[in-house]
């Protein structure tokens, strides 16, 4: 079909192979499709592309949305019942609450006229969180075809291969089908087709270049690179919108964008500032290297004893346990000087990376830089346990360890510096 083939770009193969397992409208299709891939490689968008432009009758369910076995099937068999009700305009909201009802219900919910004599399509989007419900969900999912004698196919997607899927017990085996990443020319054809229509296309193809040119050694996910080609084309197209450059003068464009890409590569992946945000800044005449980081716009969230905690933890994650009385105590003793170095005490701290501490380290380096007087209460462990969720702790070891929990300090010393600020 050459109007699929606009639509879709670059994924002919995996078109070809859809439409052939899907054959005819009548026909019985394949009973389960594993589809795969890394993020942003086009998986859910040919699906469901394919599946609208065809116009076949199908539901489409993100399991992130419908993260309990009732919200799923309960998802499906009302999706379904509004596709086989659709000519009359009414239908009635379906509780599902075990697999087994849902086979039944699935039975008659498929028993219209609309959806009588053609394959219906389930597609699961981030099919990996099933592995996470009750176990008879996905071989059920993938013997659907045969549990519920009708012309069904699920389709999976999935981020993740099939084999992290396959229960131990076995079951049914899809057909596999891969979507490898976009290589560079495919981004470079993909992102060129979004080009404005006020612009020729030799213009946004040579933009495009430059973009990819810069990022693509740090990303290829097709989503964030078509949001960095949005967001800094203004900036290419100044010199052009004053008169102070024609379409033609790559060079002049591109050293009035270079300093403005390289401040976009700080905040790949991170969204911090919202899309205006980010336009009010670039039109500013600041540095473009002094962009805030992450920390500081995280660090006032956090409460008051979780700050010192955080300190504490940088503290005893960089430096050894024999200073502690150096620095932490105020007669510590006579300070014997020695001109025995080891050789790794030569390296930086911050280059060998956070060394593991017990809790009880933590807890008296703590009592020592808090001004007050601080209880070991269950507030102050609860905030131990709630870094270590935010991930700015990692705990280190198993929990059945006798000698206590031990911790390491994740974040940087500008985060630190950040916290110690305010």
Same mark, same amino acid.
């Given at each position: ?34 589809? !795969? ?6 998986? /859910?968008?040919?699906?469901? /592309? ?22 799923? #099937? ?15 305009? !009414?239908?009635?909201? @379906? ?21 009588? +004599?053609? /394959?219906?399509?389930?597609?699961? +989007? ?26 069904? /196919? ?35 054809? @993909? #992102?060129?087709? +979004? ?8 213009? !946004? &193809? ?29 900036? !290419? ?125 933590? %807890? &008296? ?27 700015? %702790? ?19 010393? +500008?985060? @630190? ?6």
């Amino acid at each position: 079909m050459p109007h699929l083939e606009n639509m879709v770009l670059c994924r002919e193969s995996q078109v070809a192979t859809l439409q052939s397992l899907f054959g005819e409208r009548h026909h019985f299709s394949f009973p389960s499709i594993f589809i !795969y891939g890394h993020t942003a490689s086009g998986k /859910t968008y040919v699906t469901q /592309t394919l599946l609208k432009t065809l116009e076949l009758p199908h539901v489409f369910v993100n399991c992130v949305e419908c993260f309990t076995l009732r919200l799923l #099937l309960e998802q499906i068999l009302n999706r379904l019942s509004h596709l086989s009700s659709s000519e009359d305009g !009414y239908c009635t909201e @379906i509780t599902c609450d075990t697999f087994n009802d849902f086979v039944r219900l699935f039975k008659q919910v498929t028993k219209a006229e609309s959806l009588k +004599d053609q /394959t219906v399509y389930i597609v699961l +989007d981030k099919a990996e969180y099933l592995r996470d419900m009750e176990a008879n969900l996905l071989p059920g999912f993938l013997r659907l075809q045969e549990l519920t004698d009708r012309n069904v /196919t699920v389709i999976f997607l999935s981020e993740i291969v099939w084999e992290k899927f396959r229960p131990n017990t076995g079951c049914f085996e899809p057909f596999v089908l891969y979507f490898p990443d976009y290589s560079i020319g495919n981004l470079q054809k @993909i #992102l060129s087709h +979004d080009h404005p229509p006020e612009y020729s296309a030799d213009f !946004y &193809a040579a933009y495009i270049n430059i973009l990819l040119g810069v990022f693509y050694t740090v990303c290829r996910d097709l989503k964030e690179l078509r949001h960095l080609a949005v967001l800094n084309f203004p900036k !290419y197209c100044e010199p052009v919108v004053k008169g102070e450059a024609s379409e033609r003068d790559t060079r002049k464009l591109w050293r009035n964008i270079e300093p403005h890409l390289k401040k976009a590569m700080q905040t790949v992946y991170l969204r911090e500032i919202s899309s205006s945000q980010w336009e009010k800044l670039q039109n500013d005449d600041t540095d473009p290297g002094q962009l805030k980081g992450l920390s500081a716009y995280t660090h006032v969230e956090l409460p008051y004893y979780s700050k010192f905690i955080l300190i504490a933890a940088y503290l005893a994650s960089y430096n050894p346990a024999r200073t502690d009385k150096r620095f932490f105590l105020k007669h510590h003793g006579k300070i014997k000087k020695t001109n025995f170095l080891k050789k790794h005490e030569k390296t930086s701290n911050h280059l060998l990376g956070p060394k593991p501490f017990p809790l009880d380290r933590l %807890l &008296a380096i703590l009592y020592s830089i808090v001004d007050s007087r601080v209880a070991p209460t269950a507030n102050i462990f609860s905030q131990i346990t709630s870094l270590v969720t935010l991930q700015l %702790l990692a705990l280190v070891g198993h929990d059945d360890q006798l000698d206590g929990p031990k911790y390491k300090c994740t974040v940087s010393l +500008d985060f @630190i510096r950040a916290i110690a600020s305010c």
